[in-house]
């Protein structure tokens, strides 16, 4: 049988989710972990490669194993014991065994974090872009909408991505004030590029700080031009929030 894991960490201590040769990984703790359950070595397929620094509330990951020693309810549970302090695994399902968590999604969504305030506040510097100039919220705001919709998105990719084609689908995009200060961009597609989420906050925050217009975002958007928009925001803001999936795979039983 196959099974979804959803899984939260802080990725302050991994170079990303991938597995590498030369570096720590989340997924090199997830399958350790598995492999000491099992005692056998165990690969996962993820639904995302978050970089290193990136957070993740709802990453998504399968792996099969028809020799389980533990119930399914109590997966989670034993896994924690078994894994870094700064990564938990929220939930465990059965899935079909011709389910892909990465080639299934229906959608993603990320958040990003700016904390806007006149000195920096250390308890959020881990997750959170510090941007001590005043931003405007409803310039923002009024920029977010503007990237809803299907659109060729390249100048909103960074070089070294590997994807096919640059066209996405954005289905949302929010920006609020919280009352700690920190500001929250919140992006829902059916899928992202490379540092897409980065830039596009960057572009915002631009925005928040009037080097943009919010009438702008449409023809940045359509230049398909990465020097127009804004900088790629630092890692540690970007959180995977959510991976969602067709009904079918989330009402399997």
Request: charged letters at 15%; aromatic letters at 10%; proline letters at 6%.
């Amino acid at each position: 049988m196959q099974i979804l894991l959803t899984i939260a960490y802080d990725g302050t201590n991994y170079s990303g989710w991938q597995k590498q040769d030369n570096a720590i990984t989340v997924q090199e703790k997830v399958e350790d972990a598995l492999s000491q359950l099992l005692n056998r070595v165990v690969v996962v397929q993820a639904s995302s490669r978050t970089d290193a620094g990136v957070h993740a509330l709802g990453q998504r990951a399968s792996f099969f194993a028809e020799d389980l020693r533990v119930p399914l309810d109590k997966l989670p549970m034993v896994l924690v014991g078994l894994l870094p302090s700064d990564i938990s695994v929220i939930a465990a399902k059965v899935v079909p065994d011709d389910f892909n968590p990465r080639f299934c999604t229906e959608y993603k969504t990320y958040a990003y974090n700016i904390y806007n305030a006149p000195s920096p506040n250390p308890l959020l510097n881990r997750y959170s872009a510090f941007i001590p100039q005043c931003l405007n919220i409803e310039a923002m705001k009024e920029a977010a909408q503007a990237f809803v919709g299907q659109y060729d998105f390249a100048a909103f990719c960074a070089t070294g991505g590997s994807a096919k084609t640059t066209v996405r689908k954005i289905f949302s995009c929010t920006v609020e004030k919280q009352i700690n200060g920190l500001v929250t961009i919140t992006v829902t597609g059916n899928g992202f590029l490379y540092n897409m989420v980065r830039i596009i906050a960057g572009t915002i925050a631009y925005v928040g700080m009037g080097k943009i217009l919010p009438q702008d975002i449409k023809s940045i958007i359509m230049s398909v031009d990465r020097t127009q928009a804004g900088k790629t925001m630092p890692p540690q803001g970007l959180v995977l929030i959510e991976v969602g999936y067709p009904i079918y795979w989330t009402n399997h039983p």
